[in-house]
């Protein structure tokens, strides 16, 4: 199927470990998002990276890096795990060939739990 | 704020019946999305209304956008069981790239 795609679905861990999240798309874009949403359903963007190089990053905690080793792939690597790093994780992605496309297609989201 | 600011936060009607849900901003924006999210589901692109338009139409739905007064609107007519979802509203502007800044959303509730 064609899709954005992300690895694992629940993750579940201890305060101050280190886990990495991936997504993969097949649509052939060149452009990919990470955002955050909250308990309150607040979704908000944190980077994207147009063929791997990094274009947009919010103020985020320089505890989240972003790498992209390819356009098809975004992962994104949380050190040093916080409670408030509980959240939903969803990854998307666009392509700006041929000028900016608007919509954004998402993936089913990383749904993060630090104890 | 930056964001879109949803209206109502939570709505439920009857089956059949049209659905009506606003979003107000105070930015520029270049584009305003509307997207749906089924319960623990990603978000899915529902229509996309440019800066310059006034009205666009989708199937059910159909969005309207008055930049004069910074307010979207989206209408579902002739709602669904299925339809039951967060509707949310997402002001795109282009800097370099795209960028969506989502409102809280919408929870729509149809009862049959």
């Known amino acids: 199927d064609t899709a954005v795609s992300q690895t694992p679905k629940y993750l579940v861990t201890q305060m101050g470990n280190d886990k990495s999240i991936k997504c993969e798309q097949n649509?052939?874009?060149?452009?990919m998002y990470w955002y955050k949403q909250d308990s309150k359903k607040f979704l908000k963007i944190m980077f994207s990276y147009n063929n791997k190089e990094l274009i947009i990053n919010e103020t985020v905690p320089n505890r989240f890096s972003p790498k992209s080793p390819d356009k098809a792939h975004l992962n994104l690597h949380i050190n040093s795990l916080e409670l408030g790093d509980s959240a939903v994780y969803f990854c998307?992605?666009?392509?700006?060939?041929?000028?900016?496309?608007?919509?954004?297609?998402f993936g089913p989201g990383t749904r993060l739990l630090v104890l | 704020s930056q964001q879109g600011e949803e209206d109502p936060q939570a709505l439920s009607i009857q089956e059949g019946e049209n659905a009506t849900m606003n979003c107000s901003y105070k930015?520029?924006?270049?584009?305003l999305q509307w997207y749906r999210q089924n319960s623990g589901r990603g978000l899915v692109h529902l229509i996309l209304?440019?800066?310059?338009?006034r009205e666009k139409h989708s199937g059910r739905l159909r969005v309207t956008l008055d930049t004069s007064k910074k307010s979207s609107s989206l209408l579902i007519t002739a709602s669904r069981a299925a339809d039951t979802a967060s509707y949310f509203c997402a002001l795109g502007k282009i800097q370099g790239a795209q960028k969506l800044v989502f409102g809280q959303g919408t929870r729509l509730t149809i009862n049959p």
């Open positions: 930015t520029s924006i270049n584009n």
């Open positions: 209304i440019r800066s310059n338009e």
């Open positions: 649509l052939g874009h060149d452009t």
């Open positions: 998307a992605s666009s392509t700006m060939a041929g000028g900016v496309k608007e919509t954004q297609y």
